[in-house]
Structure formats: C-alpha cells, structure tokens
C-alpha cells in the first residue's frame, strides 16, 4: 500500500504544511490572547480615575475604596475596555459577553471567602487578577476558530449590526458609529484621563515646563524634519524665546501673578496646538490634539488655585 503524504495545496509556490498551519493558529491564538491582556490593562489606567470623579462629589469615597467594591469596579474597567477592542477588531456580541464573564467570574467566586473572612482585600484582587487570566483562555478554547484566524475574519459576519446601503454595502451600526468615534478622537480621551485627576487634586507645574511645552516641538519638528519648510523654524524659535520669556517673569513675580501667568502660558499654549493640528506641519496631528486637551486641562486646574 502506498502511503500518501497530505499537505496543502501551494500556493505562490509556498506549500504549507499542517504543522505549519497549526504554527500560525497558535500564534494568532496567542496574538489575540495578548492583544486582550493589553486591553485590560489600557481599561484599569483609563477608566480607573473616571470613578473617582463619580463618587468622590458624592461622598462615596469609603464604599469605592472597599476591596469587594474596587474589584468589581476595576472587573468593569477591563471589560468595557476589552469588548471595545474585540469590536473593533470584529467579533460578534456572544464572545464579548463570554469575556466578560471571564473578567467578573472571579472576583465573584472569591467574594464569598473574603465576605466569610477567609480571604483578606489583597489576596482578594491578586486571586482575581490570577484567575482571570486562565478564565480567558478557556473562553478563547471555546471558540477555538475564531480566536486563531486573521484580526478581521469575522468583521463581516459580526462586525455590523445595522443593513445594507443601495449599493449592497454594509451600513455601519450604532456601536460601530460609536467604535469609530472613540478610534478618531483617542488622542482627545487619553488627554481627558490624564489630566481628570487634577480637577480634585490640582497644581501648578514649575514655570520650567513652559520652556519644555516649546521644545518638545522643536524636538519633534526636528526628528521628522518638518523644521526645513520656509518660516517654520523662525515661528518655533520665536514661540520658544516667547515661552523663555514667560517663565523667566513668573519665576520673578510673586505667588499669585506667577500662577497666573503660567496659567495663561498652558492655555494659550492649547491655542499653539490646535493651529498645529489644523495646519499639520510641524508635529502630528494626534499629538497637537492631545496636547491640546492637555494643556487646556492643566491652564485652567491651575486657575482654579487662584480663584
């Protein structure tokens, strides 16, 4: 009997092998999971603070900051975060909710003790954050396909939840119009996490930073060799010279007038980067959107230590 040796049609002249197929299964397997672990991590950093600004006006700073509570609200963190990334990247509803189950299915089994006084608030949140991550790769195994073919293979599937234009095109959902939203303008979020904090906690940055704010244009146009086009430098130094100048009279004025005037520095400041951002010349335009948001942020917490 002659033994036949199975292999995959070639393709390109490449002939792909089975065990070179599971290769790159299990690699995307592990992309995915990776990608998720990443998204969980952006979900803690970015919307942790934004509870903070919930409770902390409402006198709910005690409830918030009990262990059994924090897990759960730090659960809901990583699972907004991971269901935006597993939309945008494609998948349908029912494993976003099976991740989400992974996410809280933890914490909930470990309520249980820590409520008994089996368990402290620490080993609490490290248990729940261990268990979490073998609770993903179960429900990545159940989905086996879908988590080792390409990012996009079932955007087309599930990646829509709306119909079809005139022309046969898919119309984009609600949550995709809001996946795209989020995606445009993630510059102008990451800003507004950043500098939230400050609202409840707010300070004056040294009158320094002001030189550092123009230099970091410098420096950018410089890397990306954008400094070269005609007037470009000569408006960078000015504004740079003008910044020097700023800081050197706040560092000079007394307490109240410094703050003011770094205050007026940061937002006029904002001011430089949109006109960057609507020009586009010098530094990308999703740096000079960020910054934007930031500076305006910083300009007026430090108001608010005058007024």
């Keep these: 009997m002659t033994e036949t040796l199975k292999q995959a049609p070639e393709a390109d002249g490449i002939v792909t092998t089975p065990a070179s197929g599971r290769g790159r299964a299990a690699w995307r397997f592990t992309l995915h999971y990776a990608e998720m672990v990443i998204a969980m991590l952006v979900g803690m950093i970015f919307f942790g603070p934004l509870w903070k600004v919930l409770y902390e006006p409402l006198g709910w700073s005690g409830l918030f900051e009990r262990p059994d509570v924090a897990a759960m609200t730090m659960a809901t963190d990583m699972t907004v975060a991971m269901s935006i990334w597993m939309r945008h990247r494609g ?17 909930l ?18 248990g729940g954050h261990v268990l979490m991550l073998p609770a993903m790769a179960v429900a990545m195994l159940a989905r086996r396909s879908e988590y080792t073919g390409h990012h996009h ?45 400050t609202v409840y906690d707010p300070s004056a940055p040294p009158a320094v930073f002001l030189v550092l704010l123009q230099s970091l244009y410098l420096i950018i146009g410089l890397l990306r060799k954008t400094l070269n ?39 006029l400041h904002a001011v430089w980067d949109v006109v960057h951002h ?21 300009g007026l917490t430090i108001l608010f230590l005058v007024v």
Aim: hydrophobic share 50%; glycine share 16%.
């Design 153 to 197: 293979a079932h955007g087309h599937a599930h990646g829509h939840d709306g119909g079809c234009h005139g022309d046969g095109t898919p119309e984009r959902g609600t949550a995709d119009r809001v996946l795209g939203v989020l995606k445009r303008r993630w510059p102008t979020w990451l800003a507004l996490v950043v500098t939230i904090g």
């Design 91 to 107: 998948h349908g509803w029912a494993p976003v909710a099976e991740m989400g189950a992974a996410m809280y299915a933890p914490f």
């Design 109 to 126: 089994v470990l309520l249980v003790p820590y409520w008994m006084g089996a368990m402290s608030g620490d080993d609490l949140m490290m």
């Design 229 to 267: 086009r005609p007037g470009i430098l000569a408006v960078q130094l000015g504004g740079l010279a003008g910044y020097a100048a700023l800081a050197v009279a706040a560092t000079m004025a007394d307490e109240r007038t410094a703050l003011y005037l770094i205050a007026a520095g940061w937002l």
């Design 278 to 298: 609507r020009l586009g010349k010098v530094v990308p335009r999703g740096y000079a959107e960020y910054c934007a948001i930031f500076d305006a942020g910083i």
